[in-house]
């Protein structure tokens, strides 16, 4: 390859870099501007269901303080003027060599307070815990130096609520910022986290650690940081939050469930982003809970719909694996149950060569499946030792109804796996069980057909049922 | 440069023609930015206009009512433009969201002379934004307008939340007991409707319209039911809460996520058999929540109890047993410290320090 080949692809390398970077960029610009736009209607209206204040959560504040003997007291008092009912406000000394600790102590007459400390998240020594004697709110956790995310955690063990919120030390917040961090959670009770619109203050006057007055620094360069601010927080947040994707909160002033944010085991202390790290295992974890959340609900209103006649068709998709699949049935099926209708499941192994026309070979036509065998079946049988005809009562699909109606499927999945045949898979013969079920406990009312079927070879994903 | 571009190789074609979309779309997105917070500026000039002429007007009609010298003042005062009608109506209804008793009945008389009900349904029936429809959802709330029933009805089950939880306001304004049944099936089916706003709604409704339906909805509900229910009791007759608390913990079988609800809200004597015997329930929640209420409910037979689970292996058991401890009123300091000194559990006795000097500093 020459050169003047090699500066081509870098010409295509680059401009595709610039396109996709800018025209994200664009992209998530004008979603914030629709968002934004949406914010101004909806907070039109002043005369909201008002929140019940004994019914609001109340929130500790978790300051981590490193080296922050300059700014701390203000920035303390100032926390000290939030307007919310009840929150505490907790500092985490993480071991700074300055005076950080020593002015918190003459500032709020701190002294030592024996408390139970209990560790959730694994951190760092602990050394002491003191409380204010003049805000009772006010506490102070001194402890040996572990970085940021390790006095978060360690703020996290001694918080006392149930939503607790990460800021900065030298962070300037507006009296009414826990009001408006926790809007979120009252419009909506899933929230688990929600990020506050951090600026600069650089050109801002602030006096006792309040902004009095708002302007732009006469730096070019503090300029540009503004401009990067109002990129990252104000358009890059606002365009990632309509699409549920918002990467992270930052530490600086952020508001978390903390039992969410304990059972994914806290701010990580090895990585340099911790909170863009933690919000990416909180979206994990709950989309993981979602989804098995979403099936199990599929499953529990399905007979509460076929009893009903609401279902006039059974549409279903599996996506399962070979191994694993029937299990998978079995606990879907098991969920169909109820007081008057018993649902049981068994594997059965149906012999090659059996001439009954039975309820199984039913489920395979009306899944327009073949059961014949197909050659080498009989080979692969013998190999397993499986005499042909025979049943094996430890492996049986049988579904109950009610009354005398009964149904018994073959399913066969180590015999169907052995014939090797594309169609004739055991998932596909449990579903027509699946199917002949649901018709079963429904009173025959349910046609039962299936639209999709997926096997994927390495998912180990449950049978999902739609229901049309 | 066009003549250029076009002469050129493909690569410098493609980059001016992307060049060229990305400075549109930062131009429109300029654009858009500057006019958003041109209006957002009118607005609020706007805004604060009408609010300096008609602020103290509507807060006289509300002490005053109707009377020929309002009523002058009001002939004198313009009327709002179409577009400024939504000033006046949310006006009105902060105004209405302030008071109770006659001044609601004032200022609703007021709204009628002033044609909000037009104004509301015409913002309903067009659904031009969200924010028309939560004004005119509210208003027509406020106003008791029964004929728009089925059409807040309607918002009830919209998707978005906010505009849900004013069509369940606005239906308790209207006819709360008719309305009670309906809220009641959705903060059940709802996920999204947060126990502060519910609340909210449900002081709207009012203690006399919610107390029998909740009570019957709970009792006769499934555990997920009762356990999303039962945290609403504080707000009902003291008497149907304590009876519907007295009722599910008497039961043989009860859910352990209910048992919690319960105890939550528990402020009868009578529960105190079943506060006892829960101290020593398998689950830590329960043990939690029965050493609080042992401290709001619990009398001196109660402090080996609490003593005891001073020694409980979960830290917030200890803690709510502490402070349970340290918070009868029957025990003073010297009493308790005696306690303390008696406490054999390394643990529990931690956690009976930090809690007496936790009230040492309140």
């Not at chain 1, 736009?37 to 303080?65: M, N, Q, T």
């Not at chain 2, 917070?37 to 609020?44: E, F, G, K």
């Not at chain 2, 009805?153 to 304004?173: E, G, I, P, Y």
């Amino acid at each position: 390859m020459s050169t003047y080949d090699i500066i081509a692809v870098a010409q295509w390398v680059f401009l595709t870099y610039f396109l996709m970077l800018n025209g994200g960029y664009i992209v998530l610009n004008f979603l914030s501007l629709f968002g934004m736009r949406e914010y101004f209607r909806a907070s039109s209206v002043d005369s909201l269901p008002k929140a019940y204040s004994e019914y609001e959560l109340p929130i500790s504040i978790i300051v981590p303080a490193y080296n922050e003997a300059a700014t701390i007291t203000a920035s303390v008092r100032a926390l000290l003027q939030l307007r919310y009912p009840e929150y505490e406000i907790v500092v985490i000394n993480d071991g700074s060599k300055d005076e950080t600790l020593d002015v918190l102590m003459r500032e709020f007459s701190l002294v030592t307070f024996p408390e139970a400390y209990r560790e959730r998240i694994p951190t760092q020594a602990v050394n002491a815990v003191y409380v204010s004697t003049r805000f009772h709110n006010l506490r102070v956790v001194d402890k040996n130096n572990g970085g940021k995310a390790d006095a978060l955690n360690a703020g996290i063990n001694c918080a006392r609520y149930p939503l607790f919120c990460g800021v900065d030390a030298d962070s300037v917040l507006q009296p009414d910022s826990l009001y408006q961090v926790l809007q979120p959670f009252l419009d909506d009770s899933r929230t688990v986290a929600c990020g506050g619109t951090i600026r600069i203050a650089n050109g801002c006057t602030v006096r006792d650690g309040f902004v009095e007055k708002i302007a732009l620094s006469d730096s070019t360069l503090a300029l540009f940081q503004t401009m990067e601010y109002l990129r990252a927080f104000l358009f890059g947040r606002l365009g990632w939050s309509p699409l549920n994707a918002l990467l992270i909160i930052s530490g600086a002033f952020g508001l978390f469930r903390k039992e969410v944010v304990v059972s994914v085991g806290g701010y990580r202390t090895d990585t340099v982003g911790e909170d863009m790290e933690l919000v990416v295992r909180m979206h994990r974890k709950l989309r993981e809970q979602r989804l098995a959340r979403q099936q199990a609900k599929k499953l529990d209103s399905l007979f509460e719909q076929m009893t009903s006649d609401e279902v006039s068709s059974l549409n279903i998709v599996v996506k399962a694996d070979v191994q694993g699949s029937v299990e998978a049935l079995r606990d879907a099926l098991t969920k169909l149950s109820n007081d008057e209708v018993e649902v049981n499941m068994k594997v059965h192994l149906l012999g090659p060569g059996v001439e009954d026309r039975g309820e199984p070979h039913l489920a395979a036509e009306v899944l327009g499946i073949s059961t014949q065998l197909f050659e080498g079946a009989r080979d692969s049988l013998e190999e397993q030792s499986v005499e042909a005809g025979g049943v094996c009562p430890e492996q049986r699909i049988e579904f109950v109804g009610d009354g005398d109606d009964r149904v018994e499927v073959g399913c066969g999945k180590d015999l169907l796996h052995a014939l090797g045949h594309p169609l004739c898979t055991p998932d596909a013969l449990a579903l027509g069980a699946v199917a002949i079920a649901a018709g079963v406990v429904g009173g025959l009312r349910v046609a039962a057909r299936v639209t999709h079927l997926e096997v994927a070879a390495e998912s180990r994903c449950a049978a999902a049922l739609d229901v049309a | 440069v066009w003549d250029f571009a076009a002469s050129s190789d493909p690569f410098v074609r493609f980059a001016l023609v992307s060049s060229l979309v990305a400075v549109v779309a930062t131009a429109v997105l300029f654009a858009s930015v500057v006019v958003l917070r041109l209006r957002l500026l009118a607005h609020r000039r706007a805004q604060q206009e009408f609010i300096a002429t008609w602020r103290p007007l509507l807060t006289e009609m509300a002490i005053r009512g109707i009377d020929p010298e309002t009523d002058q003042r009001l002939n004198e005062t313009k009327m709002p433009t179409r577009d400024a009608w939504h000033f006046l109506l949310n006006e009105w209804n902060v105004l209405q969201d302030s008071l109770k008793g006659s001044g609601r009945q004032h200022l609703i008389r007021a709204g009628y002379k002033l044609g909000l009900d037009q104004m509301a349904w015409t913002m309903l029936k067009k659904r031009r934004s969200l924010g028309e429809q939560l004004l005119a959802v509210v208003t027509l709330g406020h106003l008791g307008e029964i004929s728009a029933w089925n059409d807040i009805v309607a918002k009830l089950d919209s998707r978005n939340t906010l505009l849900s939880l004013m069509a369940a306001k606005a239906l308790c304004n209207i006819d709360p007991d008719r309305a009670i049944g309906m809220v009641i099936d959705r903060i059940l089916s709802r996920e999204d409707w947060a126990g502060a706003r519910v609340a909210g709604v449900l002081l709207e409704a009012g203690a006399g319209a919610i107390s029998q339906p909740l009570h019957d909805a709970i009792l006769a509900g499934s555990p997920t039911t009762q356990e999303k229910l039962i945290s609403f009791l504080p707000m009902v007759y003291k008497a149907i809460a304590s009876h519907v608390i007295h009722k599910l913990l008497s039961k043989e079988i009860i859910d352990d996520s209910v048992i919690g609800a319960c105890l939550k809200v528990s402020d009868g004597p009578l529960e105190l058999p079943h506060l006892r015997r829960l101290t020593s329930h398998p689950l830590w929640h329960v043990r939690m929540l029965a050493a609080t209420a042992l401290g709001r409910l619990g009398g001196s037979e109660d402090c080996r109890l609490l003593l005891g689970l001073l020694a409980d292996r979960e830290w917030w058991v200890r803690y709510r047993a502490a402070q349970a401890l340290v918070g009868l009123p029957f025990l003073d300091q010297q009493q308790l410290e005696i306690m303390r000194d008696k406490v054999t559990d390394p643990y529990g006795r931690d956690m009976f320090d930090q809690v007496l000097a936790e009230a040492a500093v309140a």
